[in-house]
């Protein structure tokens, strides 16, 4: 069995610099078969792709999508921005090396028994105290209070 890439000298699980461009893996054959790995400089790793026709890489982010700020009964604030986030793409900084790594397949159950795309579970959450109903670690008093 070969560690190349289908159709390229590219091993699989090898850092390239990012001065060499990485294969086509969004489009034909290959889209379902391998994931992009991109080393950003004094940052991290974070998932991405490599467009062919601008010579530009892009990681994969969320951002927060804004909304009318009407509350939503029964949810927290952080309830609602984080259900208020899109998946989206921008142009990669400082990115130094990229590997190809194999696609996982996507028939493993996941550990939770969830997908990405469904709801949020509900979690029970640890409250603060009665007057505290953000479960935050309530300030002490200052002198002048006390």
């Known amino acids: 069995m070969s560690n190349l890439v289908e159709g390229t ?3 699989v699980g ?3 610099p990012a001065s060499t ?3 086509d893996i969004k489009n034909g054959e290959l889209e379902e078969k391998y994931d992009l790995i991109l080393a950003i400089k004094d940052y991290n ?3 991405g792709w490599y467009a062919h026709d601008e010579g530009v890489y892009y990681w994969n982010c969320e951002r927060y999508d804004s909304f ?3 509350p939503i009964e029964g949810w927290t604030r952080e ?4 259900n208020n986030l899109d998946l989206v793409y921008e142009i ?3 990115v130094a090396a990229w590997i190809i790594i194999p696609s996982p397949d996507n028939e493993w159950p996941s550990h939770d028994g969830s ?3 469904e709801p949020e579970p509900e979690i029970p959450r640890q409250r603060g105290r009665p007057d505290n109903d953000e479960g935050q670690t309530p300030m002490l008093p200052t002198d002048a209070q006390a």
């Open 21 to 23: 461009p990485p294969p």
């Open 79 to 82: 309830q609602e921005i984080n």
């Open 14 to 16: 090898k850092w390239y």
């Open 115 to 117: 997908n990405y795309w």
């Open 68 to 70: 009318d700020d009407e």
């Open 45 to 47: 790793i974070v998932s």
């Open 92 to 94: 990669a900084r400082g």
């Open 9 to 11: 000298d590219i091993e």
